[in-house]
């Protein structure tokens, strides 16, 4: 009965690779984001869906490309992976747009 | 600007203890303030909502402030636990373009309870 579920929770992987993180919510929220999460712990916004449309696009390399198949469901797919991409990649969905979030359990991207 | 900042950093408190963390902001037009817990290797999870006309709400042994005319809230915690060990974050929403939506997030404040 998790609200808001991301897979896998560990990825480690070479650089220059292509890799995906799946989110799902099951909480009928309209709104869906992406966050990146530095070593630094800092919180930063990559991109949000409201009903599968992107709402926010903040500065993010376009090797990052999100996509919302249905409301329920926002993954993020990155190309050409760098040292620097290497942080925790939390899924979150919200009611509305800037309302409650209910972060996922995170996915730990480590690029070697 | 648009941003919230936090204090301190890091805190380091025995159990048992209170402690207030501190929350600053310059986000105009302001709508609501949130106080978010974050467990080591979980997600954030909300803790509680401040609007303009609200000064204090309490959640347990978490109580909030909220000055909005100095742009301060503060996040009291009493009778301080082992699990209240964690990064508390706080995300302040503001009005943008008709939307309501557009959030700022504090860097946090890393909180750990000593035995």
């Known amino acids: 009965d998790t609200a808001v579920s991301q897979t896998p929770k560990y990825l480690v992987t070479q650089m220059g690779n292509d890799k995906s993180i799946k989110c799902e919510q099951n909480?009928?929220?309209?709104?869906m984001y992406w966050y990146k999460q530095d070593s630094k712990k800092f919180l930063k916004i990559m991109f949000s869906?409201?009903?599968?449309?992107?709402?926010i696009n903040e500065t993010v390399p376009n090797r990052f490309s999100p996509k919302s198949p249905d409301k329920a469901h926002l993954n993020l797919h990155i190309n050409s992976l760098e040292l620097g991409d290497s942080a925790v990649y939390f899924c979150?969905?919200?009611?509305?747009?800037?309302?409650?979030?209910?972060f996922g359990e995170g996915s730990r991207l480590t690029v070697l | 600007k648009n941003q919230v900042e936090q204090s301190p950093q890091s805190l380091i408190i025995l159990e048992g203890k209170n402690c207030t963390l501190q929350?600053?902001?310059?986000?105009?037009?302001?709508?609501?303030l949130r106080w978010y817990k974050q467990d080591t290797g979980r997600g954030p999870v909300s803790l509680t909502i401040?609007?303009?006309?609200?000064n204090t709400k309490s959640n347990g042994r978490y109580t909030a402030t909220l000055d909005a005319d100095t742009k301060q809230s503060s996040l009291h915690i009493t009778a301080s636990q082992l699990s209240d060990s964690a990064s508390y974050i706080c995300?302040?929403?503001?009005?943008?373009?008709?939307?309501?939506?557009?959030?700022?997030f504090g860097k946090g404040t890393k909180l750990s309870v000593k035995p």
């Open positions: 979150a969905s919200s009611q509305v747009l800037g309302g409650e979030l209910f």
């Open positions: 929350c600053n902001y310059t986000v105009s037009p302001f709508s609501n």
């Open positions: 869906y409201n009903n599968k449309e992107l709402i």
């Open positions: 909480l009928g929220h309209d709104t």
């Open positions: 401040m609007t303009f006309s609200e």
């Open positions: 995300v302040v929403s503001y009005h943008y373009g008709g939307s309501q939506g557009n959030l700022i």
